[in-house]
Each structure stands twice: as C-alpha cells, then as structure tokens.
C-alpha cells in the first residue's frame, strides 16, 4: 500500500493582508542618505513573506517634456515586476529667486488609493517619512488598519517627521533592511534586449525630487 503524503496548503484567509504604499522620491532619498540602492525586487519578496500582500504601490512624477526620464527605465521593470506604478507629469514654476524648479508631488494620490484599500487590508506599510502623511495614516488607523513606516532616524537629521512616527503603530528604520533589501554593490546589472521582463532586478534610477510651493 502507497503511503502518500499530503501537504496541507496555508490558509491563505488566515494570513495578515498587507499593501506597500512608497513614495518613490522619499524612500530614495533615505536610501541615499543611508548610502545603499533598494533591490526592489527583494523588497517585494520580504514583505510577500510577511502576510498576504495584496498590492503595492510605487508612486513617481515623470517629466514628460524631456525625450529621456532618468526614471523612466525603472518604472518601466517595477510595472512588469509585481508593482502597481502611479505616474503623473510634473510641473515646472519659477520661484521667488528667478530659479525654474520642477515639482512632482504625489500626496493626493498615495491618500486615495490608501484610503480605497483600507477595507481590504490588516496592515498598511508607508514608506515615507513625510509629515504630511500623519493625518492620512490616523485616517487608516480609524478604520481598523494598523500602520507601519518604514523611513530612518538613523541619519542627521532624520528622514522621518517626528509627528508622522509618533502617529504610526509600528515604525521600521530602513537602515535595519539594508542586509534584506540592498542591491549587493557587487550587482551590475545586465542589458537585454527588454529590460522590462527580463532584468532580474531593478534599474537604480532616480526619482523625480518633489519640491512643495
């Protein structure tokens, strides 16, 4: 008689759901300041390990008036590669010294696909450390979801608002991911003929900076 062993599947409905809301600007930024390059797609597996991930969110401006964004390869693979990418043009202005800045600010955006997901989600993970978002996350945490950051304090100054970490329930410094997160400086990567499908981790690219009137 064959003694065949069954495995029993995870019940997927027990598992904590889980949605990655980034601002792709913010977290570069932090990244930047803590001197190593997000392997995206390793981040996308470390949180896949941690409940059910049910999206996550990438959000960038392009400057659409240029004929190459420096961006643009890297929301190009994050779009083929598990990432749900929210664009939109920047807009140029003069500031008060003469000087044309370019602002890409993708607040309104983060906030409304945040609070369209809450019902489906345990845990909403932000990374940011945008002051701005602390009225969003107590928004989110009324409604039954509990909040985590993910920025840093361990830069001078800090990466994170004070006010936007003492809001969050769990608050994660991004320098503790480096070892789980961090492109190996080693990794240089290969380019195919589609970089989209077939590069098996992101472009370093960077984010168009966003710069509030």
Do not use: C
């Amino acid at each position: 008689m064959l003694n065949i062993e069954t495995r029993k599947e995870p019940d997927m409905s027990s598992l904590e759901r889980i949605a990655l809301f980034i601002d792709g600007a913010n977290l570069y930024a932090s990244a930047k300041a803590l001197g190593f390059d997000i392997d995206y797609k390793r981040l996308l597996k470390e949180f896949q390990t941690k409940g059910r991930l049910i999206r996550a969110f990438y959000y960038t401006a392009l400057v659409d008036d240029q004929e190459y964004s420096s961006v643009r390869p890297l929301v190009d693979w994050l779009d083929y590669n598990g990432y749900s990418v929210v664009t939109k043009p920047t807009k140029e202005f003069v500031d008060s010294t003469g000087r044309r800045k370019v602002k890409g600010n993708m607040d309104i955006e983060l906030a409304v696909n945040a609070l369209d997901m809450a019902p489906h989600l345990d845990l909403m993970v932000l990374f940011s450390g945008d002051g701005d978002f602390r009225s969003l996350v107590e928004s989110i945490q009324r409604k039954g979801v509990r909040v985590a950051v993910v920025s840093t304090i361990s830069t001078q100054p800090p990466m994170v608002a004070d006010e936007l970490r003492r809001q969050a329930d769990e608050f994660i410094d991004l320098a503790h991911l480096i070892q789980r997160i961090g492109r190996d400086p080693g990794d240089r990567p290969q380019r195919p003929m589609d970089h989209r499908r077939s590069q098996s981790f992101a472009p370093i690219q960077q984010p168009v900076e966003e710069v509030r009137e």
